[in-house]
């Protein structure tokens, strides 16, 4: 079954205790990204990547860090994460011009 | 950048008549415009996309219109169903990848009964 997977699902931590939320896609995709949805603001691009190594910033980046050693995984690590941060994350991937296929969502809460 | 408006951001319509959701873009330059619904506590799902050499696309009881010259493109869906209800969010890409897709703020939409 073709499918993008998050983990955890759920999470709640302090402020300052680092954090690494995994997305893992099996569909051979290329492109890989991450969102963030907060009420009123829609969907922020946090970062995305095109392939493996080639990451870039999308437009909400500061705070995150990522990584693309292999091509299906696509993590998203909070160094020091701060309550602005509380959200939801979603993790997406597409093959080349398709649109992205988005993961079930990660409920960070940072306090 | 990009910056993608919509509205609005809140839509009741009665069940069986027509909903019309309409986003702005900034970027001349954008030229792939999807749309998703997100269902309550799901993630967000392509409902239909639209290119910038094509003026108008339908699937069903959904389609949307492109006017590139005023940089707006919009979502219409007759006949609605309950199973309309959710939140739609617009977006706008220069590329038909996944490079820079920067979405609207969402339309909550609720159909009345």
């Known amino acids: 079954e073709a499918q993008v997977t998050q983990n955890p699902r759920y999470l709640i931590t302090v402020t300052g205790k680092k954090l690494t939320v995994t997305c893992s896609q099996n569909?051979?995709?290329?492109?890989m990204s991450w969102y963030r949805q907060d009420p009123g603001l829609g969907l922020r691009q946090i970062y995305y990547?095109?392939?493996?190594?080639?990451?870039d910033k999308g437009d909400v980046p500061e705070g995150y860090k990522v990584s693309r050693k292999e091509k299906r995984n696509f993590p998203l690590i909070l160094e020091s994460p701060s309550p602005n941060q509380t959200s939801l994350y979603f993790c997406?991937?597409?093959?080349?011009?398709?649109?992205?296929?988005f993961g079930p969502g990660t409920r960070l809460t940072v306090t | 950048g990009e910056n993608v408006e919509q509205h609005p951001s809140t839509l009741s319509v009665q069940e069986g008549d027509s909903a019309v959701i309409k986003c702005t873009y900034s970027?001349?330059?954008?030229?792939?415009f999807p749309w998703y619904k997100q269902e309550l506590g799901k993630r967000p799902q392509l409902i239909i996309d639209?290119?910038?050499?094509?003026g108008e696309k339908k699937d069903q009881r959904i389609a949307v219109t492109l006017n590139k010259t005023a940089k707006h493109f919009s979502l219409h869906i007759t006949e609605t169903q309950p199973e309309d209800s959710a939140v739609y969010f617009c977006?706008?890409?220069?590329?038909?990848?996944?490079?820079?897709?920067?979405f609207g703020t969402g339309t909550r939409l609720t159909i009345i009964p």
């Open positions: 997406a991937s597409s093959f080349g011009w398709r649109t992205p296929y």
């Open positions: 569909m051979n995709h290329e492109y």
């Open positions: 990547s095109m392939n493996v190594e080639v990451t």
């Open positions: 970027d001349s330059a954008s030229n792939y």
């Open positions: 639209i290119r910038s050499n094509v």
């Open positions: 977006a706008a890409s220069k590329s038909f990848g996944n490079e820079k897709l920067t």
